[in-house]
T-cell receptor, first 112, second 114 residues
């Protein structure tokens, strides 16, 4: 599975968009990009995933570059409850996500 | 209506003891996992079961033994607990095949070995 690189931490003002970058330059053509978040003392929570196209759901948007070497998770209107560690993971060939490799993620602090 | 439930939430025990953590999911998923999150916050897969069959068994001491009586349950038994086993253990489930919609995690079991 591809390794991902994320900034260690980021800050965002409440109500503004939070843009979390992720580099996955060694991703293979059939590997997905997944985003999860972990709010303090809770289990990780699935946010969104994509292969090539940009994706949007009720939680966030995922923008994947055309060469698929990087992506950005966008929280359009961050709230204090979005303060969490955000993990970007590349893997899950063919939808088989059995062995996703997790990094240390980005610790996002949403400030009032 | 909890999707993935683990018990207990907290477990404090002495070195050398044997303990179990239970996990149940009501999502109808066919695959379940155990993950360990250490003090540095790395999340590492330990085991995975698909329809009661062990499909992932990472380099984990054989003191750790998973058991899946049916596809809705995956328990973790740990023998002869050591200080280094202290961590948060997460159970998760997913539906294999097709497009991966990701894992659903439980809320974790914080194990402290003293």
């Amino acid at each position: 599975d591809a390794k991902t690189t994320q900034p260690t931490s980021m800050d965002c003002a409440e109500g503004r968009a939070a843009n979390l970058p992720c580099n996955h330059s060694t991703i293979s053509g059939n590997e997905y990009v997944y985003w999860y978040r972990q709010i303090h003392s809770q289990g990780p929570q699935y946010i969104i995933h994509g292969l090539k196209n940009n994706e949007t759901n009720e939680m966030a948007s995922l923008i994947i570059t055309e060469d698929r070497k990087s992506s950005t998770l966008i929280l359009p209107h961050a709230t204090l409850r979005d303060t969490a560690v955000y993990y970007c993971i590349a893997g899950g060939v063919g939808g088989n996500n059995r062995k996703l490799i997790w990094g240390l993620g980005t610790s996002l602090a949403v400030n009032p | 209506d909890t999707a993935v439930s683990q018990t207990p939430k907290y477990l404090v025990t002495q070195m050398g003891n044997d303990k179990s953590i239970k996990c149940e999911q009501n999502l109808g998923h066919d695959t379940m996992y155990w993950y360990k999150q250490d003090s540095k916050k790395f999340l590492k897969i330990m085991f995975s079961y698909n329809n009661k069959e062990l499909i992932i068994n990472e380099t984990v001491p054989n003191r750790f033994s998973p058991k899946s009586p049916d596809k809705a349950h995956l328990n973790l038994h740990i023998n002869s607990l050591e200080l280094g086993d202290s961590a948060v253990y997460f159970c998760a489930s997913s539906q294999s095949g097709g497009v991966g919609y990701g894992y659903t995690f439980g809320s974790g079991t914080r194990l402290t070995v003293v």
